[in-house]
């Protein structure tokens, strides 16, 4: 049974929640030449945006004392600062060691590369076989469109005849080989020792599109200036000798924001490669990329390279290579337009289209795109700031007086999690709307505010097209309440806000254009943070104890993980930190800041020397540290004997130590139940409890929130990963694979709940059998983690809705219950409303059924009657589903007298006749097995219990599940993003939405929308 219970209200959050009524219409554009009196700039008090753009040049002399090349990092990432000469208050920028392989993904020994060798020093060496490192800071392209990048070569020491060669790699992602022919590789040169070049394209194969020649010697001074325009030229520079080349007819995907990997090729163990000319000249890159791997946090996407003749058009592909920074992010077209969701025309959003590269870009209309995963607010900060940027109308800077001068672009951040993207909606917190002549608006909860124009960018740069404005939003929130917007860096408005500005707001970039053949673009996208599940690895990754005893496992993982933690108990070694990319590694602290009370104790105290300890650690970790993304604090520290007060001053002690990471902190069970301290510097909390199900986590984890010391605190799990005796309590000896498999999938569907969780870590990955010992967990968690490291789009949570008789007016929520949109169709009165997908995979739109005639009317836009049909006889019950898995909605009907339902998968004749219920049951149809094909089930509303049956065919209904009470509408819905409808009731009473778990009466989703008398919805609109 479901308690009576009285929720928040989420209707029209901000707006006319009674009314419903219709929004005004969009306002008219700026003209920039006058701007209106009462334009404003705010008071001054908002927050300090945060500068997500740094770049600057990159040089490694590879001096370093041939002392310090030593096992176990062998100098590669020692003494950066001083061979790279960073700018004060930034650091070195680190190497990270991987195959440079074409069959494997695991990193050689730490001695296959060096730095500084003794028999050659101030150089970097490949020794035996084949391997390669990357620079952790990608290239990007200089004002006049171009970088450089610059090395020395000796592709075999002694030799100057043979085919073995060094290799310059430049590709999108960071997570390659770094091996010159792999998939992701854009641009990939080898120089052999006898002199012979070759340029390859990824996913040409062996054969490269361009071979050269330089006379033999003993190195190569080579240098590779890129251009990322539509030249799509390289001028290869072999001492002395210069080669232009453009890239092979037909080639999408050039150069852009590049990750560099130096390799080499050795076919004898005897021979070494080696980079620099040992007396200062070593790699030199004219200009990188310092924001976008500097930390765990930041989420960029540059856009380049994506293939765009597919079906989304580029939008959701290669998303992990051309996004630079640790964490991914998919998106969703949408319509940019007030009111019902609706899809945009095919082709409205492109990512690198031919006529428009390495960009988003708007060719048609009015539309829109929404990023998926929420900025949020940290813990530092309580803020986030926003970036792009637009470009109104491409090639053109326009007058105040023409039409095109008042069309624009937008970006907006919304606090519905499925909005449309329209920049003067009421669920929009805060959007900038930028005419192409340089008219700005600022919006507010649907209110625009004028504000003063600022001038076109005139002087084009490769960042910076003609036309374009730099802009970013900041929002502290919270208490606060604050926004400061900036264009140009010029603060154009700084002050408090009228709308409520949410921790986790859903960014949305717009256009407008009023004449065929305009375009609007959007580039180079940052966000601070983002909220929802974007970290995903494992505890206990190089377990220094028993079973694993320093084995990194990592390289079993690392194609599905991206954040894992690292235990390294009396283990001082940190060759492990060569390995990670930058900011995915986490590290435990234990040793530093904790003792045991006596050998083997389980309990501790503080370790009196831990802040001196963490300092030590700092420098030990050296030029590695912007490989650390987040440091734990004691695990389940209050089990282990720690006080409030001692835990307190740990984190203290840390964060000073660590200024810039992540601090994560971890309780038992027991201590998630009661209310246990928990210091305001942590940015991530969680607990564990193993292998006890969903019911069990969700509580703890809806009590956990309600004694964080900041709203700004992050959450983590820790799914369990085997059934394997003395590894997770309550998972042996009676669970087994197929329940883990299943906990799993509930983790991920807790996560896909709530925005606020960011971080799943398993626990524990034991070694390659594992897949053999639990297949299904593997495979469940291999399938999860890929989805979060690549932002694979998932099925999309079920939104809430609710049809006005009284005026015929359908209204939708977003899955988080805000407020998008509303219109009227169907004429009101006994109209049944509907939701479907008449023409295919994509948004649901509205239908009505008149049910004095037995007449269906359905809508493709939520505003006029596209089909109009006759159905079944009067006095049916009308139902709408994909019977057959075609992609689309088709109707059919519950006739009460005989229980039976009749389908139809044209619209006109029954495919589907299937006798189910009883009497006085209500029927209901869904996707219950997440197969693609909707089939049938009844609702006992005596007894509020629900019969699913998996089969349009054939009567054998699951068993029972009793959920709601009295008086409930029976209604179902995908409540977590699972692909899987299940069961749900509206309460008319409070008018709330609850939906439950499979098979369960587990309340997993509840939402309140509506006024009494109206009638819910549940569908798919965003």
Not at 12 to 28: F, K, M
Not at 686 to 715: I, M
């Amino acid at each position: 049974m479901i308690p009576t219970q009285r929720l928040g209200r989420g209707l029209l959050a901000g707006a006319s929640a009674l009314a419903l009524a219709l929004l005004p219409a969009g306002l008219a554009p700026v003209t920039a030449a006058a701007a209106p009196s009462d334009v404003t700039t705010g008071d001054g008090s908002g927050p300090a945006p945060v500068d997500l753009d740094a770049t600057r040049a990159f040089s490694d002399t590879f001096r370093l004392d041939p002392a310090l090349d030593t096992d176990p990092l062998y100098g590669l990432n020692v003494g950066l600062d001083a061979r790279q000469s960073p700018p004060a208050g930034q650091h070195g920028i680190s190497y990270t060691r991987v195959s440079g392989r074409w069959d494997t993904s695991v990193a050689p020994d730490q001695w296959f590369v060096q730095t500084s060798h003794p028999d050659h020093p101030n150089k970097l060496l490949f020794a035996k076989g084949v391997s390669a490192v990357m620079l952790g800071a990608p290239a990007v392209a200089d004002d006049s469109g171009h970088y450089t990048v610059s090395t020395v070569i000796d592709p075999v020491v002694g030799d100057t005849g043979g085919s073995d060669w060094g290799s310059i790699v430049l590709s999108r992602s960071h997570r390659s080989n770094g091996y010159v022919t792999g998939s992701d590789v854009d641009l990939g040169l080898t120089v052999t020792s006898g002199g012979k070049l070759a340029l390859f394209h990824g996913g040409s194969g062996e054969t490269p599109f361009w071979t050269g020649t330089v006379a033999p010697t003993a190195q190569y001074a080579v240098s590779l200036a890129v251009s990322t325009g539509a030249d799509r030229a390289v001028t290869l520079t072999v001492n002395g000798t210069p080669f232009t080349v453009s890239a092979p007819a037909g080639v999408t995907r050039w150069p852009g924001s590049e990750f560099l990997y130096l390799g080499a090729y050795l076919s004898s163990g005897d021979r070494v490669t080696t980079f620099g000319d040992g007396a200062g000249h070593g790699l030199d890159v004219s200009r990188i990329d310092t924001t976008a791997t500097r930390s765990a946090k930041p989420f960029v996407d540059t856009f380049d390279g994506a293939p765009n003749a597919t079906a989304d058009f580029g939008l959701n592909r290669d998303l992990s290579a051309r996004q630079p920074s640790l964490v991914s992010a998919n998106y969703s077209a949408v319509s940019g337009v007030k009111g019902l969701a609706v899809d945009p025309p095919a082709g409205s959003v492109q990512v690198n289209s031919p006529a428009h590269p390495n960009v988003l870009s708007f060719p048609k209309g009015t539309s829109a795109v929404r990023l998926n995963r929420p900025a949020t607010s940290d813990v530092p900060t309580g803020a986030y700031t926003v970036h792009a940027v637009l470009t109104p109308v491409v090639g053109s800077t326009p007058s105040a007086d023409s039409a095109a001068g008042q069309d624009w672009a937008s970006l907006a951040v919304s606090n519905a999690s499925g909005g449309t993207g329209a920049v003067d909606a009421e669920d929009v917190a805060i959007g900038l709307r930028v005419q192409a002549d340089g008219g700005l608006t600022l919006f507010q909860g649907g209110t625009p505010t004028a504000l003063a124009a600022v001038p076109p960018n005139a002087v084009p740069t490769a960042a910076r097209p003609a036309g374009s404005y730099e802009v970013s939003l900041t929002l502290a929130t919270g208490d606060r309440q604050q926004a400061t917007v900036k264009v140009d860096g010029a603060t154009v408005f700084s002050g408090r806000t009228a709308a409520q500005l949410p921790r986790d707001g859903y960014v949305s970039l717009g256009a407008h254009h009023s004449a065929a053949g305009q375009v609007t673009t959007v580039d180079d996208l940052r966000v601070t943070m983002l909220g929802g599940l974007g970290y995903y690895g494992f505890f206990d990754i190089r377990d220094p104890n028993s079973p694993n005893y320093g084995a990194n496992h990592a390289p079993e993982v690392a194609q599905w993980t991206n954040f894992n933690n690292y235990l390294r108990d009396q283990d001082r070694r940190l060759e492990f930190l060569d390995q990670c990319l930058p900011g995915s590694c986490v590290i435990d602290l234990n040793q530093e800041t904790v003792v045991p009370r006596s050998p083997n104790d389980w309990q501790v105290n503080p370790n009196p020397n831990a802040a001196q300890n963490l300092l030590d650690l700092v420098q030990r970790i050296g030029s590695n540290i912007d490989k650390i993304g987040a440091v734990d604090m004691t695990d389940e520290a209050y089990s282990h004997g720690l006080s409030a007060d001692q835990v307190m001053t740990q984190a203290q002690q840390i964060r000073a130590a660590f200024p810039d990471k992540l601090l994560i902190m971890s309780l038992d069970r027991w201590n998630a139940e009661q209310t246990a301290p928990i210091p305001s510097t942590v940015d991530i909390v969680g607990f564990d409890y193993y292998c006890k199900g969903r019911h069990e986590v969700q509580w703890r984890l809806d009590h956990l929130k309600t004694f964080l010391s900041s709203p700004d605190q992050h959450l983590m799990l820790f799914p369990e990963s085997t059934n394997q005796t003395g590894i997770a309590d309550n998972c042996f000896p009676d669970r087994t694979d197929t329940d883990v498999a299943a906990f799993n999938a509930e983790y991920r569907g807790i996560a896909a709940q709530d925005p606020r969780v960011v971080y799943l870590q398993n626990f524990r990955w034991l070694g390659p059998d594992q897949p053999a010992k639990v297949p299904l967990t593997a495979a469940a968690q291999k399938r999860i983690g890929a989805a979060v490291v690549n932002a694979t789009p998932t099925p999309v949570p079920a939104s809430v809705g609710v049809y006005r008789p009284s005026d015929g007016s359908f209204g939708e929520a977003a899955h988080n219950g805000w407020y998008t949109g509303q219109n009227v169709f169907g004429g009101g009165g006994n109209a049944v409303p509907l939701t479907g997908h008449w023409n295919g995979p994509g948004t649901d739109t509205v239908g009505v059924y008149h049910p004095d005639t037995a007449t269906f009317q359905l809508s493709n836009d939520n505003a006029t009657v596209a089909a109009t049909f006759p159905f079944g006889i009067p006095g049916d019950v009308p139902l709408v589903g994909d019977w057959s898995g075609q992609g689309r909605t088709a109707v059919g009907v519950y006739r009460p007298g005989e229980q039976v339902f009749y389908l139809s998968d044209d619209n006109v004749t029954v495919k589907y006749r299937i006798k189910l219920g009883n009497a006085g049951w209500k029927p209901l149809v869904g996707d219950w097995d997440g197969n693609g094909t909707t089939t049938v089930a009844v609702y006992d509303p005596q007894t509020q219990t629900f019969y699913l049956n998996d089969s349009n065919q054939t009567e054998h209904p699951r068993p029972g599940v009793r959920f709601g009470n009295p008086g409930d509408v029976p209604v179902k819905g995908d409540w977590d993003g699972t692909g899987k409808e299940t069961i749900g009731v509206y309460r008319p009473g409070d008018q709330t939405f609850y939906g439950a778990a499979e098979n369960s009466d587990l309340v997993i989703y509840s939402k309140q929308f509506g006024n009494p008398g109206d009638v819910p919805l549940v569908g798919n609109w965003g």
